[in-house]
């Protein structure tokens, strides 16, 4: 049984053509979704139930740059809120009359679907210089409404760095300001030195900060910044930085300039990362002006100390599985596949579930990492083999996924081409047998998540 997209399933890429995406689940159950559109000249939002949905949703424009004057160029990276009873909704602006003079401009609506009634203008949120600023995010700790903006210091060489200030309203801040990000390791000035599309998560005791470095083409590369979270966030020296990229281009899943992210979870409160990507490398022109960065979406994971582990960005395609047993996640090493109860590089363990080699109705398991190769059996045992085209090969490479033998919510995997022999755990091994005993039913029954 292929999962269909409307499985609920993340069906990547998500929406096309949306850079810089939001997503905000609300109280009411609703996914809000608005993003910068290719055109840059209006703010859209859509909603839905699932995320997966927010593909199908029909966005609805909320507000339209001005003809001229400030607001009436280069509408950019829209994020909604819900602060103290009302919606906000931030976003960056130039004017036609000066396409770079970007500022940080809110809206209002006080109505309880932000699809309807009107929104209202409150105006520039004025920081410490007249400068290039954009991309800003809010947030609220420990009873503090916070904002972090990207920003151009007119003392400072190259374009923005990473600025947060405490709130006196949703849409004024309070002075000083302080710089928490400035492009310093080479990843973050390749082309242009930026750091900007920050999103705040609070997860484990700490504020993690990711934001966005380099030129928005295969250079851009996701940063991390961590604060405890009873440190204080306007001192400078409370935030650490990850010395390299969390989430970069990925040339084996071809998945380029990741970024611009935003933070949600899914409906089993599993935390998703929702970002930016081309599935190409090399662009005709300024990237700014290339449309298909797409909205993507995928699993966050966490390390065992708490600390987030991003992986790599997902092919296209059916988000992958990662398989289980009571003791670990199956992974290849090498031609292996084995047991792991502590999986540091998360793609070894993610699979994605794909129309089976042998038979379209049945599935195979193709590796994210190692794309062509694929989970099959040969002389009892289980391994990851690059395809060689061969009948014999797509005859061991397709499963019948099955409820699981021991647990119905679980799954079983029986090989397409031996009946009645199943994938069963061996020790930190996989191996295929049949079944007789309800200890081989336990052993051939798997978790499977995304
Ligand atoms: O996508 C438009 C702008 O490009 C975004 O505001 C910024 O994050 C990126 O540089």
Redesign the pocket.
């Known amino acids: 049984q292929m999962p269909s997209s409307n499985d609920g399933q993340i069906v990547n890429p998500l929406i096309e053509q949306r ?2 995406p939001w997503v905000y689940l609300h109280t009411d159950g609703y996914y809000y979704f608005t993003a ?1 559109v290719p055109e ?1 000249d209006r703010i859209e939002i859509r909603r839905a139930m699932t995320i997966q949905e927010l593909a199908a949703a029909v966005p609805v424009v909320v507000w339209e740059k001005h003809p001229e004057g400030i607001m009436s160029k280069h509408i ?2 829209p994020e909604i809120h819900h602060i103290d009873g009302k919606w906000y909704i931030y976003f ?1 602006a130039g004017r036609e009359d000066e396409a770079f003079a970007i500022r940080i401009y809110v809206l209002e609506n006080e109505a309880e679907n932000p699809l309807e009634q009107s929104w209202v203008e409150k105006g520039e949120v004025k920081t410490r210089w007249d400068s290039f600023a ?2 800003a995010t809010s947030f609220e700790h420990q009873g503090v409404r916070y904002l972090v903006w990207a920003q151009h210091d007119p003392d400072i060489l190259g374009n923005t760095n990473l600025y947060i200030a405490a709130m006196s309203d949703p849409w004024t801040i309070i002075q000083p300001q302080v710089m928490i990000s400035t492009p310093e390791f080479e990843w973050e000035r390749r082309r242009f030195l ?1 750091n ?2 920050a999103a705040v998560l609070k997860r484990n005791g700490r504020i993690y900060i990711t934001y ?1 470095a380099s030129a ?1 083409n295969h250079y851009y590369a996701m940063g991390l910044l961590t604060a405890a979270d009873d440190s204080n966030l306007l001192d400078p020296a409370s935030w650490s930085k990850s010395p390299d990229p969390v989430f970069a281009t990925n040339e084996t899943t071809g998945q380029y300039g990741p970024g ?1 992210n935003s933070f949600t979870v899914s409906p089993d409160g599993d935390d998703i990362l929702i970002y930016h990507a081309r599935n190409y490398r090399d662009i005709a022109g300024d990237p ?1 002006y290339d449309p298909n960065r797409h909205t993507r979406a995928q699993r966050l994971y966490w390390n065992p100390d708490g600390t987030p582990n991003f992986g790599i960005p997902v092919p296209d395609g059916v988000h992958p599985v990662r398989i289980s047993t009571e003791t670990g996640f199956i992974r290849h090493d090498g031609d292996s596949i084995v047991i792991d109860a502590n999986v540091s590089d998360i793609a070894d363990s993610q699979f994605q579930i794909v129309p089976g080699l042998a038979d379209s109705d049945a599935i195979s398991l193709e590796s994210i990492n190692r794309p062509g190769s694929f989970l099959r059996h040969r002389d009892g045992g289980i391994w990851l083999d690059e395809n060689d085209g061969s009948d014999e090969f797509a005859n061991e490479a397709t499963w019948i996924e099955h409820p699981g033998l021991a647990d119905s919510t679980a799954v079983s995997f029986e090989a397409y081409s031996l009946a009645d022999q199943y994938i069963k755990q061996h020790g930190n091994l996989l191996i295929l047998e049949s079944i007789s005993t309800n200890a081989d039913r336990a052993n051939a029954t798997f978790g499977e998540e995304f």
């Open positions: 850079a810089d910068s840059y950019w990276a960056a954009l991309d930026v900007e599309g966005s928005t611009h700014l």
